[in-house]
């Protein structure tokens, strides 16, 4: 999958919805395990509509935030062992993430996604990438580090486009 199709796709998921949520999952004292906190806390977005939080490796405790925020969509950015090439980006619904090992956290993300639509009332996805190294270190890899300043460029344009 191509970044446009993913930019596409993501325009898609969040195209006339007024509140969104990025969730940024992962520790970021597992070297690329850190990828999603990295994006968020480098994720700056001025508007009162969309909600950048970094959840750590327990998001399932940050469900009634999520809620009383009222999101309609929850983007969940996470280092996802996909069995693919380092850097892989993949957008997954709840439907598709069976397959997907995810051993640092403690809530399967499959659970962890119907847990939030449950509690939200919203839908949910995950915008996964592969890993290089999830060790004990801190900093990303170089090839993750360029995915994730790509990243924070696409969700940037995908949330921008979302107010138009």
């Known amino acids: 999958m191509t970044e446009s199709d993913i ?3 993501l325009n898609q998921f969040v195209q006339g919805t007024k509140k969104v949520a990025i969730l940024g999952i992962g520790n970021d004292l597992r070297t690329d395990d850190g990828l999603g906190p990295y994006i968020v806390e480098n994720l700056s977005i001025d508007d009162p509509n969309v909600l950048i939080e970094n959840v750590g490796s327990v998001p399932e405790a940050f469900a009634r935030p999520l809620a009383e925020f009222g999101a309609e969509r ?12 380092v850097g892989h980006i993949e957008l997954v619904t709840k439907d598709r993430i069976g397959g997907i090992a995810i051993s640092t956290h403690s809530m399967p993300l ?53 107010m138009r």
């Open 74 to 85: 929850i983007i969940m950015v996470d280092a996802a062992d996909m069995r693919k090439p």
């Open 7 to 9: 930019e596409s796709q």
């Open 110 to 162: 499959s659970l962890l996604m119907m847990y939030l639509e449950q509690e939200t009332g919203g839908q949910a996805i995950l915008l996964g990438i592969q890993p290089q190294n999830i060790q004990f270190g801190e900093g990303l890899t170089p090839k993750i580090y360029e995915v994730a300043e790509e990243t924070l460029k696409l969700l940037i344009r995908v949330l921008e486009n979302r």
